[in-house]
Structure formats: structure tokens, C-alpha cells
């Protein structure tokens, strides 16, 4: 049965939510004054929520924070508050999704801050289909084509192209919210901030497996502002940080850094970790990184079951690529701590309540999807920098 | 001959040259009119060539360099602020490469009121690898800076970095200068004297600088030992920095081993220094392994223990430390208001402003919110102060005085109304 996503402000309660006949639960992003203060799993009846019972299960779910906020409003006051915004480029990467592209795409008009410029990366593209949307629909968008295959290539291209000091990142699947770009960017007031990453919600749970997807490996993390310093942060616990899909980076200090390895993420063997291993780079040089809940974007989570094992699979095969290139090329052997802390903390944990049927286990096959892509990825990496040291030789 | 220059530029240097030719060509480069300014380099006790390459140096502002035997870069500073005709004076020190704009933004900030006190910001930059030492190190002085460029930083006497700071010739003269008597921590202790004097302490993010930080972990134990006495000689000078700068250190000891090697640095320093020297051997190897948290771990140790082997050197004994914090005065509160929130913040921060009190009890009302406390060494409180330590330190209670009132002023069915349960949930 699927979950219906809704976004309610607690200012705005309606007296009844109706027409979600086709739930039996909703997903609630709840904000106050606009800002995303929690969410709630709230039940559906006979296709509709009642509204008292909504505020009470919204209001318990939102906690402390709407209170903060408010004394926020109150004194007129924020750390985020009257900080010069740096001038942003978005970039969009993509390969051959011109349906999700264009609605990520008609979302950043919307945009109440409008960066400098807005770039569509088309990655190593086998159609015109992309190219097309773009100059028919979005003339004021410069489209790019990237030959070589690899999202950390797209990535690194958005980079040299890019014009403004930050470059933001959104996933093509995915739509921004209309204060998106200003969160991420007054977070970069401190020289130190290399990167700033978003919270992100599902865009829809039709699905089993986006609701797989939506508990095993959530995007968003947590509703409040955290601070990520490189001089106290174990830089290869980037779980908690964000992701990829919704982040922007310092341009300057990340070509500092030497940019994306073109080794890592989708389009490569290794599948993903392209973004986890910048910020760990980020963090290993003493730079921060922030996560800022009030840059938000909805991701369209993969739809079908085989969609999402692979996906898990990836998630596998990327975070042990970046360890075993952590190890391998920045001779960090700290990484190794990290992978059998992972392993015997969460992913052992998973497959003994897997195993023995315990109530609130993940689907069996799903922690066998993510082993084998922890497997795989130290092969994976090391075939990726082949293929990649081949590529600039060739 | 020209008329007198409104900025004097001191740079106090010791056998750099090519550091002092790098600072006198970003000079060259300013914004600021070149006939407003001049240049003094003190050479101190140098026996390279910085004396003929200065001497040879082409400039379009005064130029002048002195070889003296000073000691210390504070009496060089001292000797260069004596021969200063300037109205300002701007200290610069050897290893910092200035933007266009750092004399300008310095002047810019003056031109605002009288007897201020500007610190640049310097970006550290470094030559060579970034190991695990140099990479904390910029942390530091980022974070310092920032901490600065916020608009609620109270600033205190540490917040004085020789490196580039720029104050009236007059107020520096009346002030006596740097104490030569201190060869690391004379910025703490001249700032100490300046925030007494009520001058006001700015930060200009424009009058920037690149810092070209030479600092090795050797260099730094020995820094941090210099440091260690010269929190002593700064606790003679003035007893109530004593605490401060000596005994919050101490309480916060926490772990064995620290107060271990605090034990050694007073009763057995040879064993000590020998632990130390395995320390130091260590960070080498966790460096290897990059092993940064270890690391950071054993660093902060090993400053520990050269800090109070520092302070050992000055102070003998350790009973002989106790009798020194013991016998630092007890230090009478400054002025103290009170503030009621209720009759609205802006009003609060005018009072704050016309006042500028050391501490302040605040209230809403006749309920209690808390205090901002009297800090030993820091700026008397200003408006900027105040909405900050609200939103952090006293959110909670300031919520619930400010939910008392307006439930009071409903009938009690509204009340009931408008307190959900979550009211109970700690404000």
C-alpha cells in the first residue's frame, strides 16, 4: 500500500486533508513559517485525515524546533541571518531522463533567490532528447555536453564551466524547494565551509520500493543545522553529512582539492561515492561542510524492485570504492576502522533481525544486494582507474 | 620635504629578508596615496643583508629601515613607534603579504570614531606540504578570524594579534607601548592594557593580508613553553589575569594522563621531557598512518605539558603556583544593569549602548532570564550582544516567560486552547 506525501505548514493546518483514497498512511513534511521543522507518518481513513488529529500528531512529531524558530522570529535574529550570499551556479547532471529533467528544471524557475547561471551537464548523451529540451524550453539554461561517461566528470566539468564562487548540485530527478539555493548558500560565510548540503525528501512513495528505499537509505538527515569541522569530524563518516543529490561546494577550494575522482560514481563501475569521498577529502584538509534543512528538494525514489537493488547495491560497491581509494591513494588507514565499524554495527545487526524475522527488519535480499556491492567495490575501483588512466592515454 | 604621513607602517623584522622584500613589495601596492604613509622596517639584531636590500629598495612612500639590538619584536615595535611621525600606526609583521586594500580599510574603519583598536585578517597561506600540524593551524586562525567578523563577538585581550593591527600614534604612546619585557604574549598584554583604557576593538575582514606561517610542530612546543611563562610574567604584571589565563586552565584537567604530565613538568622535568620527546616521536609515526584523531589526541597533550613545563620555569614549585593564583586578588564586579526585555529589544540594546555595563541581569518582566556575565579582560557589552546569547543560552526560559504572558492575557478556556500538551515538555 502506498504512502501519500504531504507537505503542511503547522501555520496552515487544513481543517481536513480529503482524496487520499488510494492510502492507507501520509507522509508529512512538517514546516513552520515555511522552514521544515520534522516529519510525521500520519493515517489515512477512508481517504481522508482529520484536521485536529493532524495538528496534535504534527505538533508532537515537530518537537522543540517550531518553538526555536519562532523565538528566532521573535528576536529577529539567526546565525544565518544578513550574510553576504555568494554568487551560485546550479548544475544539473543527466543522461537521458528529459521527463524528470524538465520538471527539476521548471522547479528552479521557481526559485525565490535566482543564481548567477544554471548549467545542464548532458553525460555522454546517445540522444538529442536532452539537448532539445533544453534549448526549446529553457533558453536562459546553457546546456553542456560531456563526452566522457561518469557522473564525477559531469561533476568536474559543471566546475570549470562554472562562473559564480559555489557551485550547487541538484540531481536531475529531483525539484527544489523555493528557498532551496538561499539555504545552501548563506551557509558560506566562514571561509572554512567547502561544502553545504540539503535535506531531502521523497518526492512520492507509490511504491514498495520507494519505501524501501525512503527507510534503508534516507537522504534526509535530520531537521536541524549541523556543522561538520574537518579538525574534529571523522572524515569518513560521511553518512550523516548529506548526499549528492542535493549539495554545493566552495568552487575554489574543491579544484583546491584536485575535484571529483572521475573513478567513482554512476556511470563507472563503482556506481556511486563520488560525493561521500569529497567530503571526506573536504574534512581530511580542514575544511567543514554544513547541512542546512532549509535547502530542500523532493527526490523521486526508484520505482521498481530491481531499480532499487541496484541502487543498494551501489551504495555498497561506492562507500567501499572511496574506502579502498582512501586506503589505497591517501593512505588513510583510519578508513579500515570504518568499514568494520559499519559492518558490525549496522549491517550484521540488519541480517541477524533479517535472519531470525524480528519485527522491523529490512527485506533479506536487499542487505544481500548491499553486501555484495561492498564486495564488489574494491575490484570495482580498481577496474575504474584503469578504464580512467586508459581514457586520458587514449 | 613632505608634510607628516597619516599611516606609519612598522614591520619589525629578524634575519628575513626575502619575507621583508615579499611585505615592502605588496606596500608598493596599495590603494591608499602613497604621500600618506610611510614605512619603517626595524631590523633587529639581523646579519643578513635586509639592512642594504631595504636600503636599495625603490618605493613611492617613505621608506626608512633601522638596525637596532632590540631583543624581542616588541621593544623592535616599540623603537619603530618612537620614530613614527604618522598620526596612525600600523603593525605589520614580516611575513605577511598585504592586499591593495589593507592601509585603506584600516583608515576606513578610524574614520568612524576615535580611539579604536583595528585587527586585520590574515589568511594563512603556507609553502610546502600540509601536514596534519599546518592543517590544524589554519583551522585555528580561520575560526579566530571568524569569530571575530561576527558582529556579537565580544572581544576580549586576546583577541589582539600584533600581526596587523593599527591604533592612534597618541593612544599607543599613552598606553607606553609593548612591555619588552615580554618576548611572546606582549599582543595579550598590550591588549589587556587597551581594553582597560576603554579603547574600542575592531575587525576589518578587508584589511587582509596573506600570513605565510612558518610554524613547524617543533617550533610550536616551544612557542607554547614561551607561552607558559609568559602567562606568568602577564599574572604578575596584572595578579586578576591570573585566573584567567592560569587556573580555568587547570580545572580543566580531566584525564590521568594530562595530570600526569603536569606532575612531571613541575617535580620531575627530565623524565618529563623525555616522555615528551616519545610523544613527539609518536605523532610522527600516527602522522604516517594518518591517524588524525590519535594524533590530534597526543598533540594536545604534549602542548600541555611544554605549556606548564613553561610555567615551572617561572614559578619554581607547584605549591609555589598555588601560592601565586592563591594570592590574586579578589576582583570586584563592574558595572551591573538590569534589563527588561519587556519593554521591547530595541530599547534594551539603546540602554545597552549609552550604558556599555560589564555584566547585565536580564528580565521579562518580573520573570528572570538569566545573565550576561562580567568577563575579565573583555569589551564592556554592546546592542550586538544581546539577541545572540537570547537565541542560544536563554531561549527556553525566555519562551516560557513570553508563553506566560499571553496565556495570562486570554480567558482560561483559551488557555486550555492555545497550550498543547508539548507545554509541559521542559519550558
Not at chain 2, 97 to 106: G, M, R
Request: proline share 5%; net charge positive; glycine share 8%.
Amino acid at each position: 500500500m502506498p504512502t501519500a506525501v504531504l507537505d503542511i505548514d503547522l501555520e496552515k493546518i487544513p481543517p481536513e486533508v480529503v482524496g487520499l483514497h488510494d492510502y492507507k498512511k501520509a507522509l508529512v513534511l512538517i514546516r513552520f513559517r515555511s522552514r521544515p521543522v520534522g516529519k510525521a507518518v500520519v493515517e489515512v481513513c477512508g481517504g481522508r485525515i482529520c484536521g485536529h488529529h493532524l495538528r496534535d500528531q504534527l505538533l508532537e512529531a515537530a518537537g522543540d524546533l517550531p518553538w526555536e524558530f519562532w523565538l528566532r522570529d521573535f528576536l529577529d535574529w539567526d546565525e544565518t541571518k544578513n550574510v553576504r550570499l555568494p554568487s551560485a551556479t546550479v548544475a544539473i547532471c543527466t543522461r537521458e531522463r528529459t521527463t524528470d529533467l524538465a520538471k527539476c528544471l521548471s522547479s528552479l524557475q521557481k526559485l525565490q533567490t535566482q543564481p548567477l547561471e544554471i548549467l545542464v551537464i548532458d553525460n555522454a548523451p546517445k540522444t538529442q532528447k536532452t539537448r532539445d529540451l533544453v534549448t526549446q524550453f529553457f533558453p536562459t539554461i546553457r546546456y553542456i555536453c560531456e563526452p566522457q561517461t561518469g557522473l564525477d566528470w559531469a561533476r568536474n566539468r559543471a566546475l570549470c564551466e562554472a562562473q559564480g564562487e559555489v557551485v550547487a548540485f541538484i540531481d536531475d530527478d529531483a525539484i527544489v524547494d523555493f528557498a532551496w539555493l538561499a539555504g545552501l548558500l548563506q551557509n558560506f560565510a566562514d571561509p572554512l565551509v567547502a561544502c553545504v548540503t540539503g535535506l531531502t525528501m521523497p518526492f512520492e512513495l507509490e511504491t514498495t520500493s520507494q519505501e524501501w528505499f525512503e527507510i534503508h537509505c534516507p537522504f534526509g538527515k535530520g531537521f536541524r543545522r549541523k556543522i561538520f569541522k574537518g579538525d574534529s569530524h571523522d572524515p569518513f563518516r560521511t553518512g550523516e553529512i548529506g548526499a549528492g543529490v542535493n549539495m554545493a561546494v566552495r568552487r575554489e577550494k574543491i579544484l583546491e582539492l584536485g575535484g571529483f575522482d572521475p573513478a567513482l560514481d554512476a556511470g563507472t563501475p563503482t556506481e556511486s561515492g563520488g560525493d561521500h569521498e569529497m567530503f571526506s577529502r573536504v574534512l581530511t584538509h580542514g575544511y567543514s561542510i554544513i547541512y542546512e534543512p532549509v535547502a530542500l528538494c523532493w527526490h523521486r525514489h526508484r520505482r521498481s524492485p530491481e531499480e532499487l537493488r541496484r541502487a543498494v547495491y551501489g551504495y555498497g560497491a561506492g562507500v567501499y570504492a572511496l574506502l579502498s581509494r582512501a586506503i589505497l591513494i591517501e593512505r588513510e588507514w583510519a578508513a579500515l576502522k570504518v568499514a568494520v565499524g559499519w559492518f558490525r554495527h549496522d549491517q550484521l545487526p540488519k541480517l541477524i533481525y533479517a535472519v531470525t524475522r524480528r519485527p522491523g527488519r529490512e527485506p533479506l535480499d536487499l542487505l544481500f544486494a548491499e553486501l555484495r556491492g561492498c564486495v564488489a567495490g574494491p575490484f570495482a575501483y580498481l577496474r575504474s582507474r584503469k578504464l580512467v588512466s586508459n581514457g586520458r592515454a587514449g | 620635504m613632505r608634510g607628516a604621513p597619516v599611516f606609519s607602517v612598522i614591520i619589525p623584522t629578524h634575519n628575513r629578508c626575502s619575507s621583508v622584500r615579499r611585505a615592502l613589495t605588496s606596500l608598493t601596492l596599495q590603494n591608499y596615496p602613497a604621500s600618506q604613509f610611510e614605512v619603517i622596517v626595524v631590523a633587529d639584531g639581523c646579519s643578513d643583508n635586509t639592512v642594504e636590500m631595504v636600503q636599495q629598495f625603490k618605493t613611492g612612500f617613505l621608506l626608512k629601515v633601522f638596525p637596532v639590538n632590540a631583543g624581542n619584536a616588541a621593544g623592535a615595535r616599540n623603537f619603530g613607534a618612537a620614530r613614527a611621525r604618522g598620526r596612525m600606526l600600523l603593525f605589520l609583521d614580516d611575513d605577511i603579504e598585504a592586499v591593495p586594500a589593507l592601509i585603506e580599510s584600516h583608515g576606513l574603519v578610524h574614520q568612524r570614531k576615535p580611539q579604536q583598536v583595528v585587527i586585520g585578517y590574515l589568511p594563512p597561506r603556507f609553502e610546502g606540504a600540509l601536514d596534519f600540524f599546518r592543517i590544524g593551524l589554519r583551522c585555528w586562525w580561520e575560526e579566530q578570524f571568524f569569530q571575530m567578523a561576527r558582529p556579537e563577538h565580544r572581544f576580549t585581550y586576546r583577541d589582539l594579534l600584533s600581526g596587523n593591527f593599527s591604533l592612534e600614534t597618541e593612544l599607543f604612546r599613552r598606553l607606553g607601548g609593548f612591555n619588552p619585557g615580554f618576548g611572546c604574549r606582549e599582543d595579550y598584554e598590550l591588549g589587556y592594557r587597551l581594553i582597560k583604557s576603554n579603547a574600542h576593538f575592531a575587525f576589518s575582514p578587508a584589511a587582509s593580508g596573506w600570513h605565510y606561517d612558518a610554524s613547524t610542530l617543533s617550533r610550536a612546543c616551544q612557542r607554547v613553553f614561551d607561552e607558559g611563562r609568559a602567562d606568568v610574567g602577564i599574572g604578575r604584571r596584572h595578579p586578576e589575569l591570573r585566573a584567567p589565563l592560569l587556573f580555568f586552565k587547570m580545572e580543566r584537567f580531566t584525564s590521568v594522563p594530562q595530570k600526569l604530565l603536569f606532575r612531571l613538568a613541575f617535580e620531575r622535568s627530565r623524565l618529563g621531557d623525555f616522555l615528551a620527546g616519545i610523544l613527539y616521536r609518536r605523532l610522527g609515526l600516527l602522522e604516517k598512518i594518518r591517524y588524525r584523531g590519535r594524533w590530534r589526541e597526543l598533540f594536545y597533550l604534549l602542548r600541555h605539558y611544554w605549556y606548564w613545563r613553561g610555567v615551572a620555569t617561572e614559578t619554581g614549585t607547584r605549591s609555589a603556583l598555588a601560592g601565586f593564583l592563591q594570592s590574586s586578588p579578589f576582583h570586584p564586579v563592574g558595572s551591573e544593569i538590569e534589563i527588561d526585555l519587556r519593554q521591547g529589544l530595541k530599547r534594551a540594546e539603546c540602554d545597552l549602548d549609552a550604558i556599555r555595563p560589564d555584566a547585565a541581569l536580564l528580565y521579562y518582566g518580573e520573570t528572570f532570564i538569566g545573565s550576561i556575565q562580567r568577563e575579565i579582560g573583555a569589551e564592556p557589552l554592546r546592542s550586538n550582544h544581546l539577541r545572540p546569547v537570547l537565541a542560544k543560552k536563554f531561549s527556553k526560559r525566555l519562551l516560557a516567560a513570553v508563553a506566560l504572558e499571553r496565556a495570562t492575557a486570554l480567558e482560561p478556556m483559551e488557555v486550555l486552547e492555545s497550550i498543547p500538551e508539548y507545554a509541559d515538555q521542559g519550558f
